[in-house]
């Protein structure tokens, strides 16, 4: 099977029936299961499992829960909830009644990357594999469209789209704030490319808005660029039923600013962790925050909090969210104790050691694969685009194109501060010069803005329901100085305190 799938087959022939679960190479699709010794439930959605078994929702798995304000979501196999487990990407699952479930790994992208010739051999095999990984997704009898950024991953794909001779539609979401809005970027490129493009609109959410999302968040997650995305897949599938994404090029080809942010830290890693802590610190009080979305001392402060961490996190430093002094603030001491032992970071570790050498942009690359990628970024396109009845197509993450990346040396990939070599010279001659050489923007939302607009009745209301705070077992007046301090615009906490508004949220089940 070449692309996505999660599929169950039941063989009742024996004298004991057998179940296998499977899930598709790189998690573009979910699969949810809970096993006791008589039955195995499972499902695409969490909340399929919930509706067949309340029960299995009663408890709060607190390392979960931990995770989830961490990092904004919920790294596998765990969900919030201790008797719900996420199949892993690249594994199937066996079960027999009477015996304990198992799951095996049968795919995982290369870990040691191999010589495969010229710097421009490798643009032309990677070209050649991503023309075909597009067209066999055009396969269509329903409408069929491209989402477009401006960036170059979605641009190639809409580019090798074409090239099958048919006029393609593509779609873009115009975000208010300048320095979220991308829109122009993607109207230069479908311009380029002669697309027949549509451009949406996105205004600052209301509860109505909140309530269409909110079913198909019940295994939650915090990115904020899941509004936008839900907003673009229902626009979108107005007039398309099937779309092409250029998800995936990041963590294939180091698009992100996390691996730059990562070679310009190595150095300063030398510096007690003590110091660090106390520079962040002392900067976090005395710089106040921009409403822009990047920016010098955005972007300073991001670094600094990051290089605060510990050494071993590498790059997945900039994806931490609630360090260990926030912890100790926001955590009541039963819970802080309870999970003293325990290593939140334990799956970006991990994942970060299975890669078999040592070159920290190649470790970062797989741990993004194996972690960030199909638990933020594709659970996140699916959740929205299925709550929409769209299906979204991932041409970078045909598993051939993956393992062909995962061979490139990673000065293919990065030279210096230069993200996305390899890529780009594959683009040479199908886009625009500035396309190419642009740097990456980011889809986000300015959640940071409308926390205190028109998010903020809703985080007033979560901030008075003591239930609330009682039942994640965490501290009411530390959220409320959180709240304060962002309102007045002193520290940027938008990062800690939208994940607890949406747990909040949905466990009221509407606003």
């Not at 195995?40 to 067949?52: C, D, I, K, P």
């Not at 095996?104 to 070209?127: I, K, Q």
Request: glycine share 6%.
């Amino acid at each position: 099977l070449n692309g996505m799938f999660a599929l169950a087959i039941l063989d009742e022939r024996g004298a004991s029936p057998f179940l296998l679960l499977a899930r598709d190479r790189v998690g573009i699709k979910p699969l949810y299961y809970a096993a006791a010794k008589d039955r195995v439930l499972f499902g695409s959605e969490l909340s399929a499992l919930l509706s067949f078994d309340p029960s299995l929702g009663k408890e709060i798995d607190s390392v979960a829960l931990d995770q989830y304000l961490t990092l904004e979501f919920v790294p596998a196999p765990r969900t919030l909830y201790p008797g719900i487990r996420k199949l892993e990407p690249g594994h199937f699952l066996t079960f027999w009644p009477g015996e304990e479930v198992r799951s095996n790994r049968y795919w995982e992208a290369p870990r040691e990357p191999v010589s495969t010739g010229s710097f421009d051999s490798m643009a032309g095999d990677l070209r050649s594999l991503l023309e075909d990984a597009v067209t066999k997704r055009l396969v269509s009898d329903v409408p069929l469209g491209v989402f477009l950024s401006g960036g170059v991953d979605s641009a190639l794909v809409a580019a090798m789209a074409l090239r099958g001779g048919s006029r393609i539609r593509t779609f873009s979401l115009k975000l208010p704030g300048s320095s979220y809005d991308e829109s122009e970027f993607a109207a230069d490129v479908a311009r380029h490319l002669g697309t027949d493009h549509c451009e949406l609109s996105m205004d600052e959410p209301g509860p109505e808005f909140l309530n269409e999302i909110l079913p198909s968040l019940s295994d939650p997650i915090a990115d904020t660029s899941i509004l936008p995305t839900y907003l673009l897949c229902r626009e979108a599938r107005k007039h398309i039923t099937v779309a092409l994404s250029g998800d995936g090029g990041d963590e294939l080809f180091a698009g992100y600013d996390t691996y730059r942010a990562d070679r310009v830290a190595r150095p300063l890693t030398l510096l007690p962790r003590s110091l660090r802590r106390g520079l962040f610190q002392m900067v976090e009080q005395g710089v106040r925050p921009t409403g822009g979305k990047k920016g010098a001392r955005n972007s300073l402060l991001r670094f600094l909090e990051g290089l605060s961490l510990p050494n071993e996190l590498g790059h997945l430093r900039w994806m931490v969210y609630l360090s260990e002094q926030r912890r100790k603030e926001l955590y009541r001491s039963d819970l802080f104790e309870e999970l003293e032992d325990t290593d939140t970071w334990a799956p970006l570790s991990s994942s970060l050691a299975r890669a078999r050498h040592n070159d920290p942009l190649d470790r970062a690359l797989m741990a993004d694969l194996n972690i960030f990628l199909p638990d933020d970024i594709l659970a996140k396109v699916d959740r929205v685009s299925m709550a929409c009845s769209l299906e979204v197509r991932v041409p970078f993450l045909d598993h051939r194109l993956v393992e062909l990346a995962s061979r490139f040396p990673s000065s293919a990939k990065m030279q210096g501060l230069k993200t996305k070599r390899v890529l780009r010279k594959a683009s040479e001659g199908l886009l625009p010069s500035s396309t190419i050489n642009r740097k990456k923007q980011g889809f986000s939302s300015p959640v940071k803005i409308w926390l205190n607009q028109a998010l903020r009745p809703l985080l007033d209301d979560m901030l008075e329901d003591a239930p609330f705070f009682d039942r994640l077992r965490i501290q009411q007046q530390t959220l409320r100085d959180w709240a304060r301090e962002h309102q007045e615009e002193r520290i940027n906490h938008a990062h800690r305190l939208w994940p607890l508004l949406l747990l909040h949220l949905l466990g009221r089940g509407s606003i």
